[in-house]
């Protein structure tokens, strides 16, 4: 299964931003699909998690309350909305999905930058 990833962009703080993850296959086959960050010389940090099947959501303390995970199984997709975007949410975000048999997959990512 190929992810895509889409949606990146130069924001302002405080502004918003929609990431767009869409699978080549059925994601109802994921155990957990989940969008990551990696900011520059940080570790890689998971940033919000979602099981297809259920639609059960985890968060980062750091974006809780601002950003919402979504799945849409019809259309195979999840998408990372981003609200009252901060200097610190700048990073590139990529898509990951986990199959019910362990198997990791990466989509490509994609850059957010938000400054004024």
């Known amino acids: 299964v190929q992810l895509q990833a889409s949606g990146g962009g130069l924001v302002q703080p405080g502004g918003s931003l929609r990431l767009s993850c869409a699978a080549s296959?059925?994601?109802?086959?994921?155990?957990?699909m989940a969008w990551y960050r990696q900011a520059p010389g940080k570790q890689r940090e998971s940033v919000a998690t979602?099981?297809?099947?259920?639609?059960?959501?985890n968060y980062a303390d750091s974006v809780k309350g601002r950003f919402t995970i979504s799945r849409d199984n019809a259309k195979n997709t999840v998408d990372l909305q981003m609200n009252s975007l901060k200097l610190e949410d700048t990073a590139v975000y990529s898509c990951y999905a986990l199959s019910k048999l362990g198997f990791a997959s990466w989509g490509q990512g994609t850059l957010v930058t938000v400054s004024s």
């Open positions: 979602i099981t297809p099947a259920w639609g059960s959501t």
């Open positions: 296959g059925s994601i109802s086959s994921f155990a957990l």
